[in-house]
């Protein structure tokens, strides 16, 4: 019984090492690739409902606004604060 209890509360080996990261490379690409096929239709797409709104008028993407507002502001690019 204390035997089992000692085996149990070992540390176990993990899988390191060249082999390991090949095949976490594999599934990390497969999965990268896998988003991208699904997603990849959607890139020649025209705005479609708020879209507009969210990113063509929205303060928060232009080059000249500081990062921190992105803190302070709505997905729109409005204060949080604003009614």
């Not at 204390?2 to 993990?14: G, S």
């Not at 095949?23 to 991208?36: D, E, G, M, N, Y």
């Not at 708020?50 to 000249?64: F, K, M, S």
Request: hydrophobic share 40%; with cysteine.
């Amino acid at each position: 019984s204390q035997d089992i209890v000692e085996r149990d509360l070992a540390p176990t080996k993990r899988a390191s090492g060249p082999k390991h990261t090949h095949q976490i490379f594999k599934v990390a690409s497969a999965s990268a690739l896998a988003a991208a096929v699904c997603y990849i239709n959607s890139l020649r797409g025209e705005f479609v409902f708020d879209d507009h709104r969210a990113i063509v008028g929205n303060e928060d993407l232009r080059p000249t606004t500081p990062l921190f507002n992105l803190l302070f502001n709505d997905w729109w690019g409005k204060p949080l604060h604003s009614p």
